[in-house]
Structures are given as C-alpha cells and as structure tokens.
C-alpha cells in the first residue's frame, strides 16, 4: 500500500471543481500524487502535486485558509502498470481553494483538466469514494 495526498480544488464564488483526467485509471479525478523523497506531511504533498499538476500559484486549504481539512481518507485500488503490480493508494484528501480560475493549466496534454459544477462532477466521475467526498465537501455549508 502507498499512501498518496490528493486534493478537490474549489473555485467557491463559481461554485465549481476542478477534475483531472487520469490516462491510467481511464476517469475524471482529484490532483495528488506521491511523496517526493523527505516529504512526510500529506497536506503539503497534496499542495505540492496540486500546484504541480494544475499550474496554479495561489491555492490555499479550504474553507480556512490557515487551517488544512482532512476530507477524507480513501483506500483505492490501483490496477497493474508498466512498471509496478496492482496495488493500493491509502488517499489523504484536502479541499483546496482558487481565485484564478483561468490560470489553470495541465501539466501534459494527455492530464486534461476541467472545470465543473459539483452536479456535473458528481456524474462524471467514476468511483464512489470520490462522490463521497464531494459530497462531504458541499455538505459543508460553504460552498
């Protein structure tokens, strides 16, 4: 088991969330990824992996921007790849806010990502873990 650090990026006045196309898992999902050697906090490698896959500058934890949430943890399987067997991700998830919706960009052609509203991303992903927790995070109130 590998455990990962993910995050929904939220852009609250537009109510919307953006979604990521991951080639390997054939779906729309949440930015994350894996700890860099020495990183050990999975909030600052969700925030790492975010900014590095969405291109924006100014993402900050939601809904306080000085205090992280945990969202959620989701166990999720990881079908074999070219390199390793199939596997599972231990997922540690955040909600992290934009201002500069129109600043994103994918870090390849192939990493799509998109702008939706939550109904949207609600039926356009494919595993339930990540319908929970969108569904968490507009349970907040604030959003």
Not at 24 to 45: K, N, S, Y
Not at 58 to 79: G, I
Request: glycine share 6%; proline share 9%; charged share 25%.
């Amino acid at each position: 088991m590998h455990v990962t650090g993910s995050a929904v990026v939220i852009h609250p006045p537009t109510r919307r969330v953006l979604l990521r196309w991951h080639e390997r898992m054939q779906g729309w999902l949440q930015v994350g990824g894996h700890a860099d050697p020495g990183e050990t906090d999975p909030f600052l490698i969700a925030l790492r992996e975010a900014h590095e896959e969405t291109g924006l500058d100014d993402l900050t934890p939601w809904p306080d921007p000085l205090l992280p949430r945990l969202v959620q943890v989701a166990v999720v399987p990881v079908p074999a790849g070219k390199r390793e067997p199939a596997h599972e991700h231990a997922d540690i998830r955040y909600a992290l806010s934009t201002g500069t919706p129109e600043s994103v960009r994918p870090e390849s052609a192939k990493a799509q990502l998109a702008w939706m509203s939550l109904s949207e991303a609600l039926s356009r992903v494919g595993h339930d873990n990540l319908r929970v927790c969108l569904e968490r995070i507009a349970s907040t109130g604030e959003f």
